[in-house]
Protein backbone atom coordinates (compact mmCIF):
# COMPACT_ATOMS: atom_id res chain seq x y z
CA UNK A 1 0.00 0.00 0.00
CA UNK A 2 1.26 3.40 -0.94
CA UNK A 3 -0.03 6.37 1.03
CA UNK A 4 0.21 9.59 -0.36
CA UNK A 5 0.05 12.87 1.40
CA UNK A 6 -0.42 16.45 0.44
CA UNK A 7 -0.95 20.26 1.69
CA UNK A 8 -3.27 22.98 1.36
CA UNK A 9 -5.30 25.57 2.39
CA UNK A 10 -7.68 25.43 -0.66
CA UNK A 11 -9.32 28.39 0.06
CA UNK A 12 -12.62 28.85 -2.24
CA UNK A 13 -12.46 25.68 -3.59
CA UNK A 14 -11.75 25.12 -7.05
CA UNK A 15 -11.15 22.29 -9.78
CA UNK A 16 -6.89 23.67 -9.44
CA UNK A 17 -7.59 21.78 -6.35
CA UNK A 18 -9.23 19.14 -7.07
CA UNK A 19 -7.24 18.81 -9.70
CA UNK A 20 -4.12 18.09 -8.18
CA UNK A 21 -5.76 16.04 -5.34
CA UNK A 22 -6.85 13.77 -7.98
CA UNK A 23 -3.58 13.32 -9.64
CA UNK A 24 -2.10 12.81 -6.14
CA UNK A 25 -4.53 10.80 -5.38
CA UNK A 26 -3.87 8.46 -8.72
CA UNK A 27 -0.17 8.24 -7.27
CA UNK A 28 -0.96 5.97 -4.36
CA UNK A 29 -3.65 3.24 -2.74
CA UNK A 30 -4.68 6.00 -0.14
CA UNK A 31 -4.38 9.95 0.24
CA UNK A 32 -4.20 12.21 3.30
CA UNK A 33 -4.35 15.84 3.16
CA UNK A 34 -2.93 18.53 5.48
CA UNK A 35 -5.19 21.42 5.63
CA UNK A 36 -3.68 25.03 6.56
CA UNK A 37 -5.54 26.36 9.61
CA UNK A 38 -6.37 29.54 9.59
CA UNK A 39 -3.64 30.25 12.23
CA UNK A 40 -0.71 29.25 9.91
CA UNK A 41 -2.07 31.34 6.81
CA UNK A 42 -2.37 34.44 9.23
CA UNK A 43 1.32 34.07 10.54
CA UNK A 44 2.23 33.37 6.38
CA UNK A 45 0.03 36.23 4.68
CA UNK A 46 -1.11 38.78 7.68
CA UNK A 47 -4.72 37.20 6.57
CA UNK A 48 -7.50 34.83 7.20
CA UNK A 49 -8.93 32.89 4.36
CA UNK A 50 -12.27 33.71 3.41
CA UNK A 51 -13.70 29.88 4.53
CA UNK A 52 -12.84 28.76 7.85
CA UNK A 53 -10.84 25.99 8.84
CA UNK A 54 -13.74 24.19 9.60
CA UNK A 55 -15.50 24.50 6.15
CA UNK A 56 -12.14 23.72 4.38
CA UNK A 57 -11.35 20.85 5.91
CA UNK A 58 -14.81 19.18 5.73
CA UNK A 59 -15.27 20.25 1.73
CA UNK A 60 -11.65 18.31 1.48
CA UNK A 61 -12.66 15.02 3.89
CA UNK A 62 -16.23 14.72 1.45
CA UNK A 63 -14.13 14.63 -1.52
CA UNK A 64 -14.24 10.87 -3.15
CA UNK A 65 -10.38 10.83 -3.64
CA UNK A 66 -9.48 11.80 0.06
CA UNK A 67 -9.54 8.98 2.62
CA UNK A 68 -8.34 11.49 5.74
CA UNK A 69 -7.65 15.33 6.69
CA UNK A 70 -5.83 16.54 9.06
CA UNK A 71 -5.01 20.52 10.24
CA UNK A 72 -1.87 21.74 9.38
CA UNK A 73 -1.00 23.93 11.89
CA UNK A 74 2.79 24.50 11.04
CA UNK A 75 5.12 24.66 8.17
CA UNK A 76 7.58 23.42 10.36
CA UNK A 77 5.71 20.08 10.61
CA UNK A 78 5.50 19.14 7.51
CA UNK A 79 7.89 16.05 8.98
CA UNK A 80 6.65 14.88 11.38
CA UNK A 81 2.98 14.93 9.58
CA UNK A 82 4.93 12.69 7.27
CA UNK A 83 6.04 10.38 9.88
CA UNK A 84 2.63 10.21 11.38
CA UNK A 85 0.81 9.27 8.31
CA UNK A 86 3.29 6.72 7.44
CA UNK A 87 3.73 8.49 3.91
CA UNK A 88 5.54 7.26 1.11
CA UNK A 89 4.88 9.91 -1.35
CA UNK A 90 4.83 13.61 -0.57
CA UNK A 91 3.17 15.59 -3.27
CA UNK A 92 3.01 19.18 -3.91
CA UNK A 93 1.76 22.30 -6.37
CA UNK A 94 4.95 22.98 -8.86
CA UNK A 95 4.54 26.81 -7.43
CA UNK A 96 6.62 24.55 -4.40
CA UNK A 97 9.12 22.98 -6.32
CA UNK A 98 12.34 22.21 -4.72
CA UNK A 99 11.06 23.48 -1.57
CA UNK A 100 10.45 20.43 0.31
CA UNK A 101 13.26 18.67 -1.36
CA UNK A 102 15.11 17.81 2.24
CA UNK A 103 11.90 15.41 2.69
CA UNK A 104 13.85 12.91 0.38
CA UNK A 105 15.19 11.35 3.26
CA UNK A 106 11.55 10.00 4.34
CA UNK A 107 9.76 9.77 1.46
CA UNK A 108 9.65 10.79 -2.37
CA UNK A 109 8.97 14.11 -3.52
CA UNK A 110 6.80 14.49 -6.12
CA UNK A 111 5.53 18.41 -7.59
CA UNK A 112 2.51 18.12 -10.30
CA UNK A 113 2.15 21.50 -12.59
CA UNK A 114 -0.59 23.62 -11.45
CA UNK A 115 -3.83 24.00 -13.46
CA UNK A 116 -3.22 26.79 -15.41
CA UNK A 117 -6.01 29.76 -15.16
CA UNK A 118 -7.57 29.45 -11.97
CA UNK A 119 -6.45 30.32 -8.41
CA UNK A 120 -8.21 31.64 -4.57
CA UNK A 121 -6.14 34.84 -4.95
CA UNK A 122 -7.41 35.46 -8.77
CA UNK A 123 -11.11 34.40 -7.82
CA UNK A 124 -10.62 36.96 -4.80
CA UNK A 125 -9.39 39.73 -7.15
CA UNK A 126 -12.07 39.12 -9.42
CA UNK A 127 -14.96 39.35 -7.21
CA UNK A 128 -13.46 42.15 -5.90
CA UNK A 129 -14.20 43.92 -9.38
CA UNK A 130 -17.58 43.15 -8.84
N1 LIG B 1 -3.08 24.18 -7.12
C1 LIG B 1 -3.03 23.73 -8.44
N2 LIG B 1 -3.53 24.52 -9.45
C2 LIG B 1 -4.05 25.73 -9.17
C3 LIG B 1 -4.11 26.19 -7.85
C4 LIG B 1 -3.62 25.39 -6.82
O1 LIG B 1 -2.54 22.62 -8.72
N3 LIG B 1 -4.48 26.46 -10.19
C5 LIG B 1 -2.52 23.32 -6.06
C6 LIG B 1 -1.35 23.96 -5.33
O2 LIG B 1 -0.17 23.82 -6.08
C7 LIG B 1 -1.34 23.19 -4.03
C8 LIG B 1 -2.83 22.85 -3.82
O3 LIG B 1 -3.49 23.06 -5.07
O4 LIG B 1 -0.60 21.99 -4.16
C9 LIG B 1 -3.45 23.72 -2.76
O5 LIG B 1 -3.27 25.07 -3.12
P1 LIG B 1 -3.32 26.22 -2.01
O6 LIG B 1 -4.56 26.13 -1.27
O7 LIG B 1 -2.95 27.50 -2.67
O8 LIG B 1 -2.19 25.71 -1.05
P2 LIG B 1 -1.04 26.55 -0.39
O9 LIG B 1 -1.65 27.68 0.36
O10 LIG B 1 0.01 26.83 -1.42
O11 LIG B 1 -0.44 25.48 0.62
O12 LIG B 1 2.16 23.42 3.38
C10 LIG B 1 1.67 24.17 2.33
C11 LIG B 1 0.51 24.97 2.79
O13 LIG B 1 -0.50 24.13 3.27
C12 LIG B 1 0.00 25.97 1.82
Redesign the pocket.
Known amino acids: ATTVI??????LF????L???N??AALGSRLVV???TDD??FS?KGKRPFVSEQNRIEIIRNLKAVDAAFY?ES?EL?GEYIKEHSADVL??????SGR?DHFKSLCEVIY??????????WIKAELALG
Open positions: TFGTYDHIGHNLIRAGVSLNKELKVMGDDWFLPRTDGISST
